[in-house]
């Protein structure tokens, strides 16, 4: 007997974590900005998915450079060179040697460009220039002074200045929607720029010069007041100078006292030089007449010397007293009487001449001490009373230089004046521009190209960002932490998805076998003998999945057992009513009086049976697991096709029955948060994921996709039909 099963198709999809990180280390909400790898194949694919969104942006941003382009007011540019000349300033080096040197480059250019930018400037050219009484500039309408500062507005609204980065040439240009304008007022800019720079030259000598006459004024008059005390004060102390001292001051060796104690001192050192040679003359001669009296005596002095003798010799026997003792002393005494009066008669006469020399030359000498001792007193009090006298003196000199100085600066300030030189000056006067510079086409076109990709992709980010599922695989990689067994192309063209089941060389038939393959490496053993397929909400694909895994493993020779466990909402409809798996998990039954042959070889189905109103108590008595031990002894692959994971608990009993679980996720459908809670239930469940199935996936921008093999993709159908071939196994 033959029975129809049908199963709607599932869609999937679901976001994923990163690479190399379990599920549990990424906190909830983690995305693209929290603990994701964002590269370049990443970039491309939202680039792809997000293309009409990025050509949209570009294309408004190219309208809008082309609207704002032709609504934009053509505008002229007219240009100027000035030369600026920094001037140079006298200065005296160490040596008071007068030199020039040159002001600042830098800064001074930066004072000139700063200098053309000013409102002073704009203002006179508005005047001299009469913008304000012409209606192209300032239109009609207003009093003058509110005219004048419209037309000041214009003038430095369209001034531009450069300042150079190297040399000495300034270029400035003004900017005016009248090509004659725009000369017309960057010339009246640069002449009145020139002019004005005169003016201040001017109004800057003119202040110096009156500052000069003032401060010549004020000096003049303390010169004369110093003039005034100098004379009354010396007048009061008596003090009368005959001329300058060594160092040019007066009051001290220009005075009369200074001059006669010089005079007197002068006279005291010749008359002391006379008095010495007298003395020197004296001691001469009273040496000379010493040396002739000692020729007179000689023969006196031998004949004192033998008496001398031969008293010695008696005085040995005889006592002083002796008569004879007394007669030689006699004789001796009357010898040495002898010899004095030879001398004082010899030297006598030559000695008190030259004594009276002396004495004159020794009481002239005492007396000029003493009238230079006194003159020496009226010379020191006359130096206490002069010291004001100097200071007076030193301030008359000081106002009479600086006085002078003044004077010689005033007559340079009217020189430098009268010349009226400017450190600026015109090179290339502004030449009526030719063509507007702006609107430029082709710069606001790739401005709005730029601005346009720019928007495109910044929307396309937000939008990706918010949009936060999963539709790679290497979403699954780096938002889940999983391994991403496949990913099943979503199929364009005409057909039934059972044909691509049943056609292997279809391109969604090799995907499943590509997911089967994958399930070989997920386990030590192998593939996993008894599998849950589970999504995280409906309409994944998981159905789907489940039956295409059945068929392809059947292919293959394996004895398989499809079981839809979906109590809620069965996948997989018969019309016998009276098998299926709720009956059996209500009584104690084989599971070979339940399951139904399929039209294709190998491949079996335990069909759910009647909806019961309490799947979840149904299925966490232990009778599910004894069905799921029959079946491993009976099959060699048990495929359980379950409930979504969320929401129910049917799908976490269901896995922590079977031990292993694939889910299967909708590219682009499923969030990444829902699919982390549906992993953390499995989990929780004690089961183990083998991987990830990635369903309805438009994956073409990396080498992973199935678009480089040609594949199709799958297509959402309302629900398919497989023919079952016999009622039950065992019949």
Not at 138 to 151: E, F, M, N, P
Not at 179 to 188: D, F, S, V, W
Not at 404 to 426: C, F, H, M, N, W
Not at 492 to 512: M, T
Request: aromatic share 6%; net charge neutral; hydrophobic share 40%.
């Amino acid at each position: 007997m033959a029975t129809d099963v049908t199963f709607p198709r599932g869609e999937n999809r679901l976001p994923a974590a990163p690479r190399g990180r379990t599920l549990t280390s990424y906190g909830e909400g983690a995305g693209y900005g929290e603990g994701a790898h964002f590269n370049v194949a990443t970039l491309l694919r939202i680039i792809h998915e997000w293309r009409w969104v990025i050509l949209g942006a570009t294309a408004l941003g190219l309208a809008a450079a082309i609207v704002v382009t032709l609504l934009t007011t053509p505008m002229y540019r007219a240009w100027v060179t000035l030369e600026a000349n920094p001037p140079t300033v006298e200065i005296l080096d160490e040596n008071s040697r007068p030199g020039s040197s040159s002001v600042g480059t830098w800064d001074f250019i930066a004072t000139q460009v700063g200098l053309l930018s000013s409102r002073t400037l704009a203002e006179r050219v508005a005047q001299d220039l009469n913008l304000a009484a012409r209606e192209d500039v300032v239109g009609s309408g207003g009093d003058a002074s509110s005219r004048l500062k419209t037309a000041t507005a214009v003038v430095a609204g369209g001034l531009s200045v450069e300042a150079p980065e190297e040399g000495q040439l300034i270029r400035f240009s003004y900017s005016s929607p009248s090509p004659q304008l725009a000369a017309e007022i960057a010339n009246g800019i640069a002449e009145n720029f020139i002019g004005t720079g005169l003016q201040r030259r001017y109004e800057a000598s003119t202040y110096a010069r009156t500052f000069l006459q003032q401060q010549i004024a004020k000096t003049r008059r303390d010169l004369e007041r110093n003039e005034k005390q100098l004379v009354a004060y010396a007048q009061a102390q008596g003090i009368i100078n005959t001329g300058s001292d060594k160092n040019g001051e007066e009051g001290q060796g220009g005075s009369l006292q200074s001059s006669t104690l010089v005079a007197l001192n002068n006279a005291l050192g010749e008359a002391t030089a006379r008095r010495m040679q007298a003395e020197a003359a004296y001691r001469q001669a009273s040496l000379a007449g010493s040396s002739d009296a000692s020729t007179g005596t000689a023969a006196l002095r031998s004949t004192k010397a033998g008496l001398e003798a031969e008293y010695q010799e008696k005085r040995i026997l005889m006592k002083p007293d002796h008569p004879e003792m007394q007669s030689l002393r006699s004789r001796i005494n009357e010898l040495d009487r002898q010899i004095a009066s030879e001398r004082s008669q010899v030297a006598g006469g030559r000695s008190s001449s030259l004594l009276a020399e002396y004495r004159a030359a020794a009481s002239a000498e005492r007396a000029l001490q003493a009238r230079v001792a006194q003159l020496k007193g009226s010379v020191l009090d006359l130096r206490g009373r002069s010291i004001q006298y100097n200071i007076l003196q030193r301030e008359l000199d000081t106002n009479r230089g600086l006085y002078d100085a003044l004077l010689q600066r005033y007559k340079e300030v009217g020189v430098a004046a009268g010349i009226g030189t400017t450190p600026v000056s015109i090179v290339d006067r502004a030449e009526v521009p030719g063509g507007p510079y702006k609107p430029n086409m082709l710069f606001n076109l790739l401005a709005g190209l730029a601005a346009g990709l720019a928007v495109g992709l910044g929307a396309a980010m937000v939008l990706e960002i918010m949009n936060d599922t999963i539709k790679t695989r290497d979403d699954v990689r780096m938002k889940l932490g999983l391994a991403c067994l496949g990913a099943i192309p979503k199929r364009r063209g005409k057909g039934s998805l059972i044909e691509d089941f049943n056609d292997p060389a279809s391109p969604v038939s090799e995907a499943y076998s590509a997911v089967l393959a994958g399930l070989r490496f997920t386990t030590t053993a192998g593939a996993p003998r008894t599998m849950l397929i589970t999504s995280s909400r409906a309409s994944e694909g998981k159905s789907s999945s489940a039956l295409a895994l059945a068929q392809n493993s059947a292919r293959r020779g394996a004895r398989v057992l499809l079981i839809d466990a979906d109590l809620r909402r069965p996948s997989f409809k018969v019309e016998n009513r009276k098998v299926g798996l709720t009956k059996l998990l209500t009584n104690d039954e084989p599971i070979g009086d339940h399951v139904l042959r399929t039209e294709v070889e190998s491949l079996s189905l335990l069909p759910c049976g009647p909806v019961p109103p309490n799947p979840a108590d149904l299925l966490s008595s232990g009778r599910f697991k004894d069905i799921l031990r029959q079946a491993e002894a009976q099959y060699d692959t048990v495929i359980v096709d379950g409930p979504p994971m969320l929401g129910l608990a049917d799908a976490s009993l269901l896995a922590a029955a079977c031990g292993y679980v694939l889910m299967v996720i909708e590219s682009g459908k499923t969030r990444t948060r829902a699919a982390r809670e549906a992993i953390e239930r499995i989990e929780a469940a004690d089961s183990h994921i083998v991987g990830v199935t990635l369903t309805k996936s438009t994956e073409d921008s990396s080498y992973y996709g199935y678009r480089l093999y040609q594949y199709g993709a799958v297509e959402k159908r309302g629900s398919e039909s497989i023919m079952i071939t016999q009622a039950a196994e065992g019949s």
